[in-house]
């Protein structure tokens, strides 16, 4: 006996006069893609940095899958790259393991560690980084 035709028995033998339409078990997707898990932890970490002061235009956060623990979870990691460096960069870099400790609690209070690991913030700096740097003291 098929699921639809074992949920239609049911609606019938609860007196429904319609029948409502079942979905096909092909129809039903219930996979999680891992665009949308990075995409979440994207949007976490982008919602962080609002928080403190930063924009797109400053930082650019992706996150990409990297790998699989021992448990088979698929491992994501929040690459960084500064566009735009001004004094709000400078502090943030300054304040860096404060603000990983705030992203990881964030990440720990959501439901996606149940699905994906994460390996954390990684920065990438700008080939011209030292001459901006310098020009901002």
């Known amino acids: ?22 979905q ?11 665009s949308s898990i990075s995409d979440d932890y994207q949007a976490l970490i982008q919602d962080c940095f609002r928080a403190l002061g930063l924009d797109g235009g400053q930082v650019r956060v992706m996150v990409r899958s990297v790998g699989l623990n021992p448990g088979g979870l698929e491992i994501y990691a929040a690459f960084i790259k500064v566009v735009h460096w001004d ?31 994460f390996a954390g913030l990684w920065f990438r ?3 011209n980084a030292t001459s901006a740097v310098a020009t901002m003291h």
């Open 1 to 22: 006996m098929s699921m639809a035709a074992l949920t239609l028995g049911v609606i019938k033998h609860f007196g429904r006069k319609n029948e409502a339409k079942v």
């Open 24 to 34: 096909n078990d092909d129809e039903v997707d219930s996979e999680i893609l891992p």
């Open 87 to 117: 004094n709000r960069v400078v502090d943030l870099l300054g304040r860096l393991p404060t603000i990983e400790k705030k992203i990881d609690r964030r990440v720990r209070q959501s439901s996606m560690l149940r699905y994906s690991a």
């Open 125 to 127: 700096s700008p080939a």
